[in-house]
């Protein structure tokens, strides 16, 4: 598990580790981690021409010491002072010291620079990125060097990932102390590039973290191989009610993700059955009501389904019962309608909504999407699935969850039909909504890369790839 901590909670950590240490401290170790990050991925030091853009505060400061570093390893390193009476004194004169050399930008060299580190603001970003910063950035990206940001891409805000104005495009970003909301979700992700953490010691001291993200190791203990005393029950069941005689194909995906993911048992009601019969002939399949299909221990409800009377019949009549129950695609349409269906109940409920699904049901996504999943979760008493590049799950107890697997190519139709089919089977087995979803979104994910493998993924992809995404997972833990 990968805890998300916010600016405040970093700086409150460091603030008690700092009171048993020497003043200091905690700069050397996050500007050590830096320049072995750096020095690692340029693969040598000696002669790499080096910028750094250097704000006033302890971002630059960062980046001043491990130009330091750096300029000690053989590396030719100038800085770029963007308020040169306000730089970190302490990081400048190591700097200088080691060799380093101090330029305006016109002479600092961006056009043939190897590596460019930025640190011109990390936890103290307050805004867009302001000028001459904003220019700098631009003169950055479009140099040769490889972009590294310090602590955080400047421009981007920690807590969230929003992005209000100019941010530094990076292409590696060295965090310090605990990974931020902002490197992992939203926008701000998409200007982290590849994260590298580097622990400065706060560990011990970190309060509880505001979200959290699964790693492939987490999520095996719910996908286990059946014990030699289970039996096609035990391991729970899932009932499917997607599709229509108009649109099978949504209920084929769907059936299919869950009857993949945990094959124990499927049921199937719905007038898309003939279709799914078809396809998956180890499922129960009714073309009757949800009542008609036999018992279950979690229901998925919406994709493909429809919207008139009858739909709405089905998804009433299973938002009725105490079992989980995820609602996807029209069945979400359907309870912005009606959010009662979903607020009355008791037991758990998981919406999975895009952002148009969720402007329907909350009003818009806005640009703080940890944010925005909460509150819809608090409203309706549920646990959201906010689906994008990096998904979001919250509960209503505000337990938070950020997705780190997937690939764009999931940009395609359906593929949101077998995430919720994957989300029921793993409801199915009685793990907590915010957890199963987070478990789904994080194998649905991995199921996209290897399908992407081979170029092009269509949704079906992800179903036929799902034995060997699973088996894969596994063998990655064992
Ligand atoms: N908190 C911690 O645990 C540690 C923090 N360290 C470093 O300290 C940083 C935080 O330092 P500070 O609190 O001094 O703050 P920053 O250095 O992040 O930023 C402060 C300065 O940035 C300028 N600024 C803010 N918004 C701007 C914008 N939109 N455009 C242009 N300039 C802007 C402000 O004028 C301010 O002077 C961290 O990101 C990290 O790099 C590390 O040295 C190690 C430990
Ligand atoms: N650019 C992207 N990068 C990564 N994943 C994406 C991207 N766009 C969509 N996805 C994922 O693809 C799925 C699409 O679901 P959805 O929009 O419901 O599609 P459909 O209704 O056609 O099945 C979601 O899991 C979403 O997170
Ligand atoms: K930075």
Not at 169 to 178: M, Y
Not at 260 to 278: F, H, I, N
Not at 388 to 411: M, Q, S
Not at 425 to 431: K, M, P, S, Y
Request: proline content about 5%; glycine content about 14%.
């Amino acid at each position: 598990m990968i805890g998300l901590h916010t600016a405040a909670q970093v700086r409150a950590a460091e603030q008690s580790v700092l009171a048993g240490l020497p003043a200091g401290v905690l700069m050397q170790r996050a500007a050590t981690g830096l320049a072995t990050v750096c020095l690692g991925l340029l693969g040598r030091a000696h002669g790499v021409r080096v910028v750094l853009l250097v704000g006033s505060g302890d971002n630059g400061g960062d980046a001043l010491f491990a130009g330091a570093l750096l300029a000690q390893r053989g590396a030719r390193v100038t800085a770029v002072l963007l308020t040169p009476d306000r730089a970190h004194a302490g990081g400048l004169a190591a700097f200088r010291r080691a060799g380093g050399r101090v330029a305006e930008a016109a002479d600092a060299g961006l056009h043939r620079a190897d590596l460019v580190l930025d640190g011109i603001v990390g936890l103290g970003s307050a805004g867009g990125l302001r000028e001459p910063a904003a220019v700098l950035v631009r003169e950055a990206t479009a140099g040769p060097g490889l972009l590294v940001a310090v602590d955080l891409p400047s421009g981007v805000l920690a807590d969230t990932g929003e992005v209000p104005g100019a941010a530094f495009p990076a292409q590696h970003t060295v965090t310090f102390g605990a990974v931020k909301p902002g490197l992992v979700v939203g926008a701000g992700r998409r200007q982290a590039g590849t994260v590298h953490l580097v622990d400065i010691g706060l560990g011990p001291v970190l309060a509880e973290p505001a979200a959290q993200q699964l790693t492939d190791a987490d999520v095996v203990p719910h996908l286990d191989a059946p014990a030699p005393d289970d039996d096609k029950y035990s391991r729970g069941v899932v009932g499917v009610l997607a599709g229509s005689a108009t649109y099978p194909g949504a209920g084929v995906l769907c059936t299919g993700a869950a009857v993949r993911t945990r094959p124990g048992l499927v049921r199937y009601a719905g007038t898309a059955a003939e279709g799914v019969r078809a396809a998956w002939p180890e499922v129960i399949v009714t073309a009757g009501r949800p009542g008609d299909a036999g018992r279950v221990q979690a229901w998925v409800v919406g994709p493909g389904m429809g919207t008139d009377d009858d739909a709405a019949s089905v998804l009433a009549e299973v938002l009725a019962t105490d079992l989980p129950v995820v609602v996807d695609a029209d069945g979400l349409t359907l309870v912005s309608q009606r959010p009662e269906l979903v607020a009355d109940r008791t037991a758990p409920t998981v919406l999975t909504p895009h952002d148009r699904e969720f402007a329907r049901l909350f009003g818009e996504v806005g640009t703080d999407r940890l944010a925005a999943a909460r509150r819809g979760a608090a409203e309706l008493g549920c646990t959201v699935l906010l689906k994008g590049d990096a998904t979001v799950v919250a509960d209503a107890a505000g337990t938070t969850f950020v997705n780190g697997t997937g690939t764009p190519w999931l940009a395609t139709a359906g593929t949101g039909d077998v995430l919720a089919g994957i989300l029921g089977a793993v409801l199915a087995t009685g793990l907590p909504a915010a957890e199963a979803a987070a478990v789904a979104a994080h194998v649905h994910g991995r199921a996209g890369q290897l399908a992407a493998e081979q170029g092009p993924l269509i949704a079906g992809d992800l179903v036929r790839r799902l034995p060997e995404t699973l088996a894969r997972l596994r063998a990655g833990a064992g």
